[in-house]
């Protein structure tokens, strides 16, 4: 018996072990180095890759997975079937050949030609110096491995690719709507993530992305009068120019027709570049130590706007390395390109700029999204409220003190479009994969808006200060680490003591709405009402008969505690309990719940009670 249960012992013990091994956390990593040579004129590309790809994971890896993004720009790829089927397609992305008034959209992918669409095509593929069997499913390449990657192992893949570059229909492509010669991003096989979860072999129908943290050393030879900007630094400055160049120091440019750009980027999970002829390159050095670099086009009718940008993008880097945590790599590039604006490891493509207003906001936000997605780098794909809506949060206050003279401090301006979703009926929850919402409309309210609101309601429940507090925790505590939901909630219950559970399965499992009224006030006792699902702390503002006031403060009970508050703290409200009432010192006149207006509240018009006393 002795023997039996020393052994049992033993296997409990390393079952324990083994489970807290296997909860521990762990990230995948690849280094990447690619050689590419570029035909502008044709607008293809060929290129050779090799990664070599670390598995720390506690698992075998019998196959690996890339994603092929361009191959998304062909007639009948999943993204051109999206577009036919969504009610409400991304008007970038389709032709109408109907009427203003009764359009019928149809996608522009479907007519794309077959030296306009884009592909990327993998000629050879090699593990660890043999060739490797692979399968291409749209954008998705499939790798069945010689060996499995045993834990802790690193492998090199040797790639041969080719590509061309797509007309210019969402994010990526030639000949933008600016004119902008190439825009390149997802534009490389790229190692699909692998995580907790498993793989995240997503094909691409334009939405979001989620990489693995990687080096990058990138080699583009392109044509002499193209300048290049985008992710990296660049390691031969002087044998390129472009701006690039010490100017103290005399340039070495090589023969022929075309100029080598070496760049090396650091700890990213992408990499992006944009060129053109026409590019105006300037940058402007910070007392931080980063660099702004700044690509637009060499057209007058730009020129202004980009140039007021610049000083404005210094200010919007400051708030965020203040209010959120330090930016860690010593450059940032605004290029002009693409459509709208999206965000890439350490730069941007922004579209426009014939006036600052038209790519301020644009600029700011998606500086912004250097912190929530190449930091932080949530899973954009599942949990894209965290960093769209994050994202929207912070921009939004830089903004405000930046640009428009406020506070920067948060209000309820913004939940014009949460209150839209609600009332249309097209809310969806924010747990839906980003590729599958309905509707391109419920997918962005969800993502930007109500994303950012999360924050906002954290705002009314835990407090302002609490929020600043758990913004900058959370990034000191997961910078490159992709967390999850359950990450900010636990950082904000640790930083505020007050449990959250509850908010976040409301908030972003559920449709649940907040509304609450005020059902009666007698003399010296108000009784509310919870109509809607939802429930919260209350606020309560009341104005007495005699004049004076006095605010209440009602806190929930599955909170477990309470925000600091100059308010009087009376008994928690269980959401069970669809009524609450509470008594005054005074005979009551007036009513108000929420008089921040910070609280969801979808119908206002019952939060304010007035008495007819006195008149």
């Known amino acids: 018996m002795k023997k039996l249960g020393s052994l049992l012992l033993f296997t409990l013990s390393a079952i324990i072990s083994t489970a807290q091994n296997n909860t521990s956390y762990w990230q995948q990593h690849a280094d990447y180095k690619m050689e590419v040579d570029v035909d502008a004129e044709n607008y293809q590309y060929k290129g050779t890759q090799e990664l070599e790809y670390t598995n720390n994971s506690p698992d075998v890896l019998n196959t690996v997975f890339y994603h092929l993004f361009f191959n998304a720009f062909q007639p009948g790829s999943e993204m051109d079937a999206r577009l036919q089927t969504v009610p409400d397609p991304d008007k970038r992305m389709v032709k109408n050949i109907g009427t203003k008034e009764n359009p019928i959209y149809e996608s522009r992918i479907a007519k794309l030609k077959p030296n306009e669409i884009g592909y990327l095509k993998v000629l050879s593929l090699k593990q660890n110096g043999k060739a490797a069997t692979y399968s291409i499913d749209g954008t998705v390449l499939k790798v069945t491995l010689n060996e499995g990657i045993q834990p802790g192992e690193k492998v090199k893949f040797e790639m041969t690719f080719e590509g061309q570059v797509p007309v210019h229909i969402r994010r990526a492509g030639r000949n933008s709507v600016d004119g902008v010669a190439l825009s390149m991003a997802q534009w490389y096989p790229k190692m699909a993530e692998y995580d907790f979860e498993g793989w995240h072999a997503d094909s691409y129908i334009a ?58 980027a650091p700890n990213v999970h992408d990499f992006t570049w944009a060129a053109d002829p026409n590019y105006v390159h300037d940058i402007l050095k910070i ?197 999850t939901p359950n990450d900010i909630k636990r950082t904000a219950e640790k930083v505020s003591g ?35 699902q939802m429930p919260m702390p209350v606020d309560v503002a009341v104005t007495y008969v005699d004049g004076s006031t006095e605010n209440f403060y009602i806190p929930l009970s599955m909170m477990r505690g309470e925000k600091t508050t100059d308010a009087t703290l009376i008994k928690n409200w269980s959401w069970a309990n669809p009524k609450y009432a509470f008594s005054t010192s005074k005979e009551v006149k007036s009513v108000e719940i929420d008089p921040s207006q910070l609280m969801a509240d979808i119908d206002r018009e019952n939060n304010v009670f007035e008495n007819n006393i006195g008149n």
């Not at 660049?234 to 022929?256: A, C, I, M, R, T």
């Not at 014939?354 to 999204?369: C, T």
């Open 498 to 532: 007050i449990q959250l559970d509850w908010f976040l399965n409301e908030w972003t499992q559920t449709t649940h709405t907040i509304d609450y009224a005020i059902a009666k006030v007698d003399g010296k006792t108000v009784t509310l009402a919870r109509v809607g």
């Open 287 to 483: 007392v931080t130590g980063t660099e702004l670099h700044f690509f637009y086009k060499k057209d007058e009718k730009y020129a202004k706007a980009w140039k007021e940008v610049q000083p404005l993008t210094e200010k919007a880097l400051h708030f965020f390395n203040e209010n959120v945590g330090a930016y860690p790599w010593k450059q940032y590039s605004v290029i002009q390109g693409g459509d709208g604006g999206m965000e890439y490891a350490m730069c941007t493509l922004i579209e426009g700029g014939k006036s600052l207003d038209e790519i301020v906001g644009s600029v700011f936000h998606e500086l912004a999204h250097s912190w929530f997605q190449h930091i932080l780098a949530t899973n954009e794909s599942k949990h894209s409220w965290m960093d769209e809506g994050f994202t929207s949060y912070i921009s939004t206050l830089a903004s405000s003190l930046i640009l428009e003279g406020g506070d920067g401090k948060p209000n309820s301006k913004d939940y014009g479009g949460y209150f839209y979703a609600v009332k249309n009926n097209i809310e969806e929850p924010l747990t839906t994969h980003a590729d599958r919402f309905n509707t391109n409309a419920a997918f962005s309210i969800g993502s930007y808006t109500k994303g950012s609101m999360f924050l906002y309601q954290l705002n009314y429940i835990i407090g302002e200060e609490n929020v600043q507090k758990t913004i900058k925790k959370y990034f000191e505590d997961f910078k490159f680490k992709h967390p």
């Open 207 to 264: 939405r979001e992305f989620h990489g693995v943290w990687s080096n990058f050393d990138v080699t583009l030879h392109i044509d002499k009068n193209y300048t290049v900007g985008g992710t990296g630094y660049l390691q031969n400055s002087q044998e390129v120019g472009h701006g690039y160049e010490d100017k103290s120091k005399p340039l070495n440019l090589p023969k022929g027709k075309k100029l080598k750009w070496h760049f090396m």
